[in-house]
């Protein structure tokens, strides 16, 4: 922690003990809601077309919402529970107890609770995430009594939750997600019911207070994150959208300076996050498209800075998603979702509508992504407050479809991530820096790792983050060297582990060959062992180069048409200006090993090679070392953990992952060759 930090901490301490003890900053009493028009959020049916688009869908969420299966609900990849009406918000939704909802929040440890475990699951069930589905469903089947029991999930958290008090005042990027979703919640319903005024005052109570809350405990500093973002958007919200709250004006003003430095500053000139997760890209970026929201609707225009962001993001999620391609896992991901319409979206529509918004052409489609009802509003405001002033004013066109980046090979410079495209294949290389300094709290150890897709599908994966809080074994493995597709040295990570977010010593990366074009190679290393180096060079081949190395690498020809071919070089050698014996440096070396992590698969070892297959896909890996090779496969295994993937938060399955060692070296530099063919067959084929 840096030192100018620590007044800060102490300030938050004394602050939290003080809410402990005393009243609220804000009373209810001090204000008193307007008799019309509550919140200044609204949604026209035209707005709203993208949503009604999709009213088959709606109509099937309104069904589920109006029975008694109204709260049987999964949290983040947990089995289906039912927590009642009213809703049981202490409800642990994995083991079924209840978290403390009568303790004071800021006495309350959750990070470290053995009973209860994972404390994002009962986290998740307070950000309501049915909850605007449900809105958007009433209102496009203009069913009030739908519209009513949004009004009433809302009041019950109220109700359930007083100031400072239990496991929901734990964490303010918690109350941030709240404050927009029952905003845009009580907007999407406004034309079928409304709150009472005494309705208006408990829900509108919460709302400042929330807002107060991020921002006397703001994320400053090493936690100067997306959480910091999420704050800032909370403050405009309720400072925009909720006009007669007391100090309106002052949370609005406040957000608007939190954003207006942060969201510069945490999405790259590249397009990519600071903190270098492509999933904390995606949720900074719906977060300051509510903030973009409520602007347009006050007439505030939105900054050149956040403009010429969003046009690098699109350009970087265009680029490593085309079309139904998975975003993939880079650092964390827990799978946060600001504005949930209730249908998942993908990476290839967030980039359409960061064209949109930044006011680029877009193909038609993107008019029926449903996420763009909620965030995008009139036309020709929004045209306005997105051009620079020194253009005129015009509607945004939404006929043409944005150029695709047609290149096969790009280096974003500033997270470091290669993209290498063959025709059905795409590899992802990190090499770039570990994270967002100084604690690299969502970092993985994950130094030049490597993954590869074949039509759309994970094959060679990063096997993701599957928990946060909960179970500090599986965290580690989860984000550790030996869990990633690169060289671990001596059983020890390339980064070191201080806590589950937080590092010590981190490897620093940096390019050493750009050659992408025309070849399409990049060569990179990082000091996470020194005086040990590991540098690694990634290569896309054409037939002829991989025929060729195939021969210098093995005695064995095999089939490799209608595959696309890359080429994976690693070398373990001594750092230039390190100062230790041979000696020492090839014991630094033991237990050299190269990772390989597959999608679950059937994968079977040949005499120099593995070939993997599942359903219509297939890749074979062909490696050569400088010393002889223990090759081993691993799947599912406990002790220590390996060969596991997690899809999605919370969920982890066996799959298969290769383990090339070199225990003893003889010599320096170790070196790998790795010689990878995919294909797809077609089922006609």
Partial sequence: MPLREIPHRVRCAVDAQWRARFRPPIQRTSFRPPSQQQLELRFTNEELAPLAAHLGFYERVRSIALSSRAHVLSMLGAPERDFGTPVNWFCDPVTGDNWPSDVSAFRLNYRHQSRLGEVKYVWELGRMPWLVPWAIAARLTRDGDLARRVVEDILSFVRSNPPYRGVHWTSGIELAVRVVAWTWALALIEPLTSPTEHEWQEIGFHIALYADYCWRFRSLYSSANNHLIAEG??????GLAWPWLPKAAQFAERGRAILDREIPRQILPDGSSIEM????????????FAAGRVRAQHGLRIPD????RWQASANLLLTVCRDEEPLPHLGDDDEGDVLPTGQPIRPHELGQILALLSGKEVEPSVRQIPLLGLVWGPQERVARLCSPPSESVAPLPGTARVPPNTSDAQLFSHCGLVVLRGPKTRVLA???PHG????????????????LDIAGYPVLVDPGTYCYHGERVWRDWFRSTAAHNTVEIGQQNQSQMLGPFLWGRVARTRIIENDLAPHQKICAEHDGYAPLVHRRCIRRLSNKEAQSLLRENVASDIDIEEAD?????????PLANARTSEAELLNLARDTILWWHFAPGHLHLTSNGVHWRRGSRELTLIWSASEPVIAEIHEGELSPPQGWVSPCFSVKYPA???ELRIAVPQRLPIEFSSLIFARYRAASQ
């Fill in 436 to 451: 967002m300094p100084p604690i690299y709290a969502h970092a993985h150890a994950d130094a030049l790792s490597v993954t």
């Fill in 565 to 573: 071919a890359f080429w994976v070089h690693d070398t373990v050698a």
């Fill in 305 to 308: 800075s956040w403009l010429e």
């Fill in 656 to 658: 298969p992952a290769l």
């Fill in 430 to 432: 990190d090499f770039g």
């Fill in 233 to 238: 958007v909370a403050l405009q919200v309720a």
């Fill in 277 to 288: 997760c492509l999933s904390y890209l995606c949720e900074v970026l719906v977060w300051s």
